[in-house]
């Protein structure tokens, strides 16, 4: 069967206060705005786009799995150690709240970070082939 499914365009990211979020993304990640109205803003970086939805109190993107660990729902790409280190760097620099840099048994090395609303994100070393390709 032939991949039917060719990328992830959008993720969807709740949030407490829609202008608050979309500045730090803007601030912190780079993200550029395309749309922001008083219950969503609509943001691109990472090669896709990210709706922050205004959500009530303790919503976030994270889930528990079956041994009670938080996890998260996106792992974002850098290309290599030395980019992966870089950008650790520059977010705690930035004041990102960040994990220390690990090393999960797998190739390269993760760290998670988070938003203001406690959205879990991990940064993986590892460019997928594919990504690599282009």
């Given at each position: 069967?032939?991949?039917?499914?060719?990328?992830?365009?959008?993720?969807?990211?709740?949030?407490?206060?829609?202008?608050?979020?979309?500045?730090?993304?803007?601030?912190?990640?780079?993200?550029?705005?395309?749309?922001?109205?008083?219950?969503?803003?609509?943001?691109?970086?990472?090669?896709q786009s990210f709706?922050?939805?205004?959500?009530?109190?303790?919503?976030?993107?994270?889930?528990?799995?079956i041994r009670g660990?938080?996890?998260?729902?996106?792992?974002?790409?850098?290309?290599?150690?030395?980019?992966?280190?870089?950008?650790?760097?520059?977010?705690?620099e930035n004041e990102?709240?960040?994990?220390?840099?690990?090393?999960?048994?797998?190739?390269?090395?993760?760290?998670?970070?988070?938003?203001?609303?406690?959205?879990?994100?991990?940064?993986?070393?590892?460019?997928?082939?594919?990504?690599?390709?282009?």
């Amino acid at each position: 069967m032939r991949e039917k499914l060719l990328r992830v365009g959008t993720t969807y990211l709740p949030v407490r206060n829609v202008d608050l979020s979309s500045d730090w993304y803007i601030d912190k990640l780079g993200a550029e705005l395309s749309y922001k109205d008083e219950d969503k803003a609509i943001l691109n970086f990472a090669n896709q786009s990210f709706f922050l939805v205004k959500s009530n109190e303790n919503q976030s993107s994270n889930f528990i799995d079956i041994r009670g660990n938080e996890r998260f729902s996106l792992t974002f790409e850098v290309n290599g150690l030395d980019a992966l280190e870089d950008i650790h760097k520059e977010f705690k620099e930035n004041e990102i709240d960040v994990g220390e840099i690990e090393d999960r048994g797998h190739s390269g090395r993760n760290f998670v970070f988070y938003d203001l609303d406690g959205n879990k994100f991990d940064v993986w070393s590892e460019l997928s082939p594919t990504f690599k390709e282009k």
